[in-house]
């Protein structure tokens, strides 16, 4: 675990960061964390956190302040805690290396110390450093000690990335560091420090003309900011930078003696305005100077792999005095590619052998090659390979470095020669924006990253798109930006008079190196729409394939060939510029007949799967809109009724229903009406739109009569039944849940657990308990032969909320424990969700609020999981209603207040608990006025549903307020009521005196 201050102020444990968005609560905890175990008084607190005008409640405040950050850090780690000290102190007791400011603190230390650990160990702890201290102290915390906290942390900040930077040019890494270095100076533009040594970075780097023109920014920024010239030790570089100084190299890196000008020096010339690849880079430099003595540059073509090699060998040829060779191995190329004899013959000749020295059989030329080479300080890059069989050959000998680069994975030298493998993806969107940003001098900031984003970050691409742009003297980012957006792509991606100098030229050299049977997958997934692809969709468009196992063959050979890329488990996507080209290739080499069934296989596939996984939502959702037209869209919409049964993007998926819904009218197609219709009203449902949702549900029941099929009427009414108890008519609820019941085929399963559990919900409410426990055998029955062990804790939550009804809290904490085990041990989130909201309402009706309160956690339980978002309102709607069992009245307002932005919390089911929560919260804060008309809406509303144990709940409320307002006749006829009610759910409440004692003594005087 690790406390946060740089940035916003968080408590990052082992379930990710919890982030402190209350700037009083963040400042007293780094107020805390600031001194770790020492005490701070509370004056010192509130000095720092509230200023010179605190408000009369502060101390209250603090106190509540400080219980909140207990119960955050108990939860990370129950070892740290915040104590208090005498003389009216807290203290915050954590190592100084769990808070990220102490621990920055602690690495520079160490990384300084004279008497310390080796250079390599030094920069690891300085770089760790960084990492941790990226960013302003304490944001979004305001006053004058954070000011001043942020201010002293912003000098420490610059002190620590000039000593780090220092010592990473002290190590020769200036190539690996200049984009940093570029970068942080964007920020800090007159820390002078740093700008030496980016200065400096750029100069060792061949970029002297760059060098300057960051002086004379930074002169001009100085004089405009500070009416200051830049200091003399920066000037004095600047002049030795304008000189060409050579004793700004390190003495390593100096004029290379006569005695090497005959060594061979191959390379191709050094990529124009090189930028990135910082991690490419640095594993290179790693791998050169350590045993493994090859490395595989791989990726799809275009990506920059020959540019990221050429670059490295520049500036690194003094690492290796015997030279650098190359040679073009044409593995994707319009010619043939080169043999190994030919490419051995290449490499003999740059060593210095004549004709007549190399034999002419591959065997012997290779064994003299690798005698050659033997404990030299060469390096070899073998560029454009096809195969590992074309490389293995020309493998030097011990004491060389050899770079490969190639569009295939090579797999083969990974296994048998030991190559580090280095993926070469394309660039991020900032060093994308960089790198137009240097290849045009008139670059636009705000349209340069539109255009990095259309050219997919493919250095290809961005270099192609700023050639074009230079040379038309019209021609800018924007305007280039809107053509690309509007017109083909990857027409608009080359350059004229030059046809190797296209993207589509690029890919067309790989995509002619497949097998045929790979080809005609490549073309099948261009006509697909969506974002990635799951294994199984792509088996099902493979009909020609023999087997699953051709199938994977033809998959694997798209990954290897970098046209395919696995980014998740079996789930594959393209390159946005591949996908382009495959589109493209698909109208080529398949007819329209032939791509139109593909997309109709593509419908069924997903329609046949019945929901969308959080893995193909956003894949579902793009495929939707470019399928937006097609008659039979209506089955690529109806499986995300999953997504709207999380609570997920109910409003967009309403709108895509809607289109589904108009599309099947035209075509004619009653059963995409009827699921158009039933998807519409779970979306309005989610959307807290009860009104719409029943209106929508009669369409159902209307549209599945005329269809004549007994299981689309049954679910028709078992959602509307759903439906209409969300309106608050348990007692029509039930009855169409039962219609439903009635007519489902038995081996609908799961449909009969679903509709089996909601009507015993209902039951149980209008306290129609031996009807309940009729159809409890039916649930469990259903449950058992649904194939799904989990559903047998809705079993136990059904017999738990049974139990409570008949007010039996013993059997029935025993039994929702049991069905708590049960869903716990098959991981279904969303019945263990259900049966921990479950266990806290038996808990706060058996008197047991604090342990409620733990049950009700849930929040914390599931906070990575997107399943349980819709009924997240219902569980903060139970820990207000808890709250006030505790007496926290004031919380218990504040969330109900938040509720009121939940549309699933304010349904005519549930807003009358929030107005019961209300109530008893109003009367516990003496607010009687407030608390009658909360407790008199709420008794109404549930007495129309009816619900008999709330009601009776609501009245008590109503009682109590109209005590306090001094009206005793009113509040013995609200009693009066109440106890005609009585019901068993409320037993233990009545037991444990739940009414305040001015309604008890209105009782007695009854």
């Known amino acids: 675990m690790l406390i946060r201050l740089i940035g916003q102020v968080a408590i990052v444990g082992e379930d990710g960061p919890v982030v402190i968005t209350a700037p009083k609560l963040a400042g007293v905890l780094a107020s805390l964390a600031s ?13 720092r956190v509230w200023g010179d005008d605190p408000p009369d409640t502060v101390l209250s405040v603090l106190h509540t302040y400080i219980t909140r950050l207990r119960g955050l850090l108990r939860r990370a780690e129950p070892a740290l805690t915040i104590d208090r000290v005498s003389g009216h102190g807290y203290t915050l007791n954590a190592p100084e290396d769990r808070i990220d400011i102490h621990l920055i603190r602690q690495l520079v230390a160490e990384a300084t110390d004279p008497t310390g650990t080796d250079d390599d160990a030094a920069l690891k702890r300085l770089r760790r450093a960084c990492e941790l201290a990226d960013g302003p102290a304490l944001a979004g915390v305001s006053g004058k000690w954070a000011e001043a906290f942020r201010s002293g942390f912003h000098r420490e900040r610059i002190g620590l990335l000039t000593e780090r930077y220092r010592r990473e040019l002290s190590v020769g890494r200036h190539a690996d560091i200049v984009d940093d270095l570029a970068s942080i100076v964007d920020t800090e533009d007159t820390a002078e420090p740093l700008l030496a040594l980016l200065m400096l970075a750029q100069y060792r780097c061949g970029r002297p003309t760059e060098a300057v023109a960051v002086f004379e920014t930074a002169r001009v920024r100085l004089q405009d900011e500070l009416g200051a010239d830049p200091s003399a030790p920066l000037q004095r570089l600047h002049r030795r930078i304008l000189q060409r100084d050579p004793d700004l190299f390190p003495v390593t890196d100096r004029a290379v003696s006569s005695s090497a000008r005959s060594v061979p020096a191959q390379l191709p010339a050094d990529t124009v305005a090189f930028t990135g690849r910082t991690t490419e880079l640095a594993t290179l430099d790693t791998l050169s100077r350590s045993k493994a003595r090859l490395a595989a540059l791989v990726g799809v073509g275009g990506v920059g792999k020959t540019a990221l090699a050429v670059h490295w060998g520049h500036a690194h040829r003094r690492q290796f005095p015997d030279g650098q060779i190359y040679v073009n191995l044409r593995g994707y190329d319009r010619d043939e590619p080169v043999t190994p004899m030919e490419a051995l013959g290449r490499l003999l000749t740059a060593l210095g052998f004549s004709g007549s020295d190399i034999p ?33 050959p020309l493998l030097p000998g011990s004491g060389c470095f050899t770079i490969v680069t190639s569009r295939d994975r090579l797999t083969g030298l990974t296994v048998r020669d030991d190559a580090q493998l280095i993926q070469v993806g394309v660039l991020s969107a900032r060093q994308s924006t960089a790198l137009l940003t240097r290849l045009l001098a008139d670059s636009d900031p705000d349209a340069a990253p539109r255009l990095a984003q259309l050219c997919g970050n493919l250095p290809l691409a961005l270099r192609i798109a700023a050639a074009r742009i230079a040379e038309s003297p019209s021609a800018d980012m924007a305007r280039y930006a809107d053509e690309l957006a509007g017109r083909d792509r990857l027409e ?7 046809p190797d100098s296209t993207v589509v030229a690029n890919l067309d050299l790989s995509f002619h190196r497949l097998p045929e049977a790979a080809k005609a997958l490549f073309c099948r997934l261009g006509t697909l729409p969506g974002e990635d692809f799951s294994a199984e969709l792509i088996g099902a468009v493979s009909k020609d394939a023999d087997s699953d196992e051709e199938v994977d063959r033809r998959i694997r050979r798209l990954v290897t060939a970098h046209l395919l890329e696995e980014h998740h488990h079996r789930r594959y996507r393209m390159h946005d510029l591949v996908r382009l080209y495959a589109a493209k290739r698909s109208t080529v080499d398949m007819s329209e007949a032939q791509r ?45 009724h999953g997504v709207v049964n999380a609570g997920r993007f109910p409003d967009r998926v309403r709108s895509l229903a809607g289109n589904g819904l108009r599309r099947a009218r035209l075509a004619g197609d009653d059963l995409g009406v009827l699921k158009m219709i039933r998807l519409s009203a779970s979306a309005a449902y989610k959307q807290g739109d009860s009104a719409g949702a029943i209106e929508l549900g009669g369409e159902a029941i209307a549209v599945a009569a005329k269809l004549n099929d007994n299981r689309e009427l049954a679910i028709a009414y078992g959602n509307q039944g759903i439906n209409i108890g969300t309106a608050g008519d348990l007692t029509g609820s039930a009855d169409l849940l039962i219609k439903a019941i009635e007519l489902l085929p038995r081996t609908e399963t799961h449909a009969l657990t679903v509709y089996h559990f909601a009507l015993l919900q209902d039951l149980v409410k209008v306290e129609r308990l031996a009807e309940a426990e009729k159809h409890l055998s039916a649930l469990e029955e259903s449950c058992r032969v649904s194939g799904a062990p989990a559903n047998l804790a809705r079993v136990g939550i059904s ?22 085990t049960i869903a716990q ?5 969303m019945l263990t969700f259900m049966t921990m909201n479950r266990k806290s309402e038996i808990l706060l009706q058996s008197g047991w609020p604090e342990l409620a309160l733990h049950s009700n956690d849930i929040e914390q339980t599931f906070a990575r999981s997107q399943k349980i978002t819709a009924l997240l309102p219902v569980a903060l709607t139970q820990r ?51 608390a009658l008309e909360f407790a008199r809406e709420a008794a109404d509303r549930y007495a129309a549903m009816p619900w008999p144990a709330r009601r009776e709940e ?6 109590d307020a109209h005590i306090r307002l001094g009206d005793l006749e009113a509040a013995r006829e609200c009693l009066t009521v109440a106890d005609a009610i009585s019901s068993p759910a409320n037993n233990r409440h009545r037991q444990r005196r739940r009414r305040t004692p001015a309604v008890n003594e209105a009782a007695s005087a009854s």
């Open 492 to 498: 608009l991606l080359s350059i004229p008079d030059d």
């Open 954 to 959: 609501a009245l008590w409320a109503m009682a």
């Open 825 to 829: 041990r098959h991981e279904h989130q």
């Open 360 to 392: 002419d059989d591959a065997a012997a030329a290779g064994d003299l090659y690798r005698s050659a080479t033997a404990d030299r300080r060469l390096v070899v890059v073998l560029d454009n390979a096809r195969e590992a069989a074309q490389v293995r």
């Open 35 to 47: 001194r770790p175990r020492a005490p701070i008084s509370q004056r010192e607190l509130i000095e």
């Open 596 to 640: 139109h069934t593909l997309t109709d296989a593509f419908l069924d596939w997903h329609y046949e799967h019945g929901y969308v996984t959080p893995a193909e939502e956003t894949n579902v959702f793009q495929a939707v809109s470019v399928l937006h037209d097609h008659p039979r869209v209506w089955r690529l919409v109806m499986p995300l």
């Open 799 to 820: 017999e738990a909320a049974l139990a409570a009804a008949r007010g039996d809290f013993d059997d029935a904490l025993a039994t929702i424990d049991q069905a708590l």
């Open 880 to 930: 207000a209603e808890i709250l006030t069992e505790l007496s926290r009245y004031r919380e218990a307002i504040e969330l109900v207040t938040e509720l009121r932005t939940e549309k699933l919390a304010n349904t005519p089911f549930s807003q009358p608990r929030l107005h019961l929560v209300r109530a008893i919260a109003h009367n516990g804060l003496n607010e009687p006025h407030a």
